[in-house]
């Protein structure tokens, strides 16, 4: 009687190992220095204590400490308070795409009044630039170096009466020099030039004022209203 096959496949295929090196993770100082090689420098610098706060919107918060005490014996132990960080998909109008950052819960409500993250970060007060820390300012950048904000800027100057050309330099060809509108560099020939910009309009508004524009272009249309008035009379 011939023998039976045996009921199972012998193991053909064995587990194959690889001899690539794994990739060492790069430390914090060098990741965040490979980051912002190519953007001017932030003007606040790094967070020396809290340094994930490098890489996310952080809004400046840190971990808080303090004691819990009981109500009974009023026995006292150390805590640590941390900050409500989330990591988030946030749309980006300039971009056109979505951005997954690390952000603090306060800080994605202030987004939400603010009317999105665009806007966030191009906030120009210097309280909004310190709580941008590295991260934010890299994708302040980023947003400040698309069309989008070329058109943006370009309108808000032409409401101004400003001239447009050489607005912040091309979308693509900008130079390491320009920053956006707060906390930065523009060079020196783009500081002389938004210094003489903000004197021409401040006259141009004095002028307005010394001249009483706006009552004269008020009185203009009452005497066209009593001439409308008076030719239907006559009629």
Request: proline residues 7%; glycine residues 12%; without cysteine.
């Amino acid at each position: 009687m011939p023998p039976r096959p045996p009921s199972f496949l012998p193991l053909l295929h064995t587990r194959a190992f690889s001899t690539t090196p794994t990739r060492p993770a790069r430390p914090a100082a060098s990741q965040l220095a490979h980051q912002h090689a190519t953007i001017p420098p932030y003007p606040h610098g790094p967070s020396p204590w809290y340094k994930q706060s490098n890489f996310g919107l952080y809004g400046s918060a840190i971990p808080q400490s303090g004691n819990t005490v009981s109500e009974r014996t009023e026995i006292k132990n150390r805590r640590k308070w941390h900050p409500n960080i989330q990591t988030q998909r946030l749309y980006s109008e300039a971009l056109g795409r979505f951005v997954r950052v690390k952000v603090l819960a306060k800080v994605l409500r202030t987004i939400d009044k603010v009317g999105g993250l665009d806007e966030y970060l191009l906030g120009e007060k210097s309280g909004r630039v310190r709580e941008l820390g590295m991260g934010g300012w890299a994708l302040r950048w980023r947003v400040m170096r698309t069309e989008w904000y070329t058109l943006r800027r370009e309108g808000e100057r032409r409401k101004l009466g400003l001239p447009v050309e050489g607005l912040l330099g091309a979308v693509d060809g900008g130079s390491e020099s320009e920053i956006g509108v707060m906390g930065g560099v523009i060079g020196e020939e783009g500081a002389v030039e938004r210094e003489g910009a903000i004197d021409r309009v401040l006259e141009r508004v004095e002028g307005m004022e010394d001249e009483g524009v706006e009552l004269g272009v008020m009185e203009e249309g009452r005497e066209g209203k009593v001439g409308k008035e008076k030719s239907r009379v006559e009629l």
